[in-house]
């Protein structure tokens, strides 16, 4: 849940770039980079969750795959909405888009900030090239 006080992404650059290079899912691993709860986040609790960085099972970056999108039966192998299920629905087919971890509301803002500014022009490339490709095998296919 981003705070005031954000990970300065200068510090993970070469660790997120790994992250964000793999082609698997990778918002269960930027919420773990980022700074968690901060104790203005929440109604008064008994219990202290300053820095919690678990997942909140809010379901959006299931909400926002497009490869999900594109293949909605692979939602049907579990009812959960929660970072693991995402990892386990997706695989490694990850069109590593990044949407799951712009969307992540435990992901830092200055994470996010910095995929919009230095990586969603390849990862657009990227996406276009392969629908270029799958363009090209239905083409064929028929
Ligand atoms: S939203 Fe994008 S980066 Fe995240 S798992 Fe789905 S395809 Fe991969
Ligand atoms: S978007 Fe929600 S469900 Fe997905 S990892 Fe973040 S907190 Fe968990």
Same mark, same amino acid.
């Given at each position: 849940? =981003?705070?005031?006080?954000?990970v300065?992404?200068k510090?993970?650059?070469? /660790? #997120?770039?790994?992250?964000l ?10 919420? #773990?980079?980022?700074?968690?709860f901060? =104790?203005? +986040?929440?109604?008064? #609790?008994?219990?202290? /969750? ?47 888009c990044?949407?799951?971890? #712009?969307?992540? =509301? ?8 910095? /995929? ?12 276009? +090239? ?8 239905? /083409?064929?296919?028929?």
């Open positions: 849940m =981003p705070g005031l006080n954000q300065d992404v510090r993970i650059e070469r /660790i #997120l770039n790994i992250v290079d793999d082609a698997r899912p990778p918002v269960g691993r930027c919420r #773990l980079l980022s700074s968690g901060a =104790p203005y +986040h929440t109604f008064q #609790l008994q219990e202290n /969750i300053a820095g919690f960085k678990g997942c909140l099972g809010c379901g959006n970056c299931l909400d926002a795959c497009p490869l999900l999108a594109r293949e909605p039966r692979r939602r049907e192998r579990t009812p959960q909405r929660t970072s693991l299920a995402l990892e386990a629905l997706v695989a490694e087919d990850c069109d590593r990044d949407n799951c971890v #712009l969307v992540c =509301p435990q992901v830092d803002t200055t994470i996010k900030h910095y /995929i919009v500014n230095t990586r969603m022009v390849e990862g657009m490339a990227r996406l276009l +090239h392969k629908a270029e490709r799958d363009e090209e095998w239905i /083409i064929y296919d028929l």
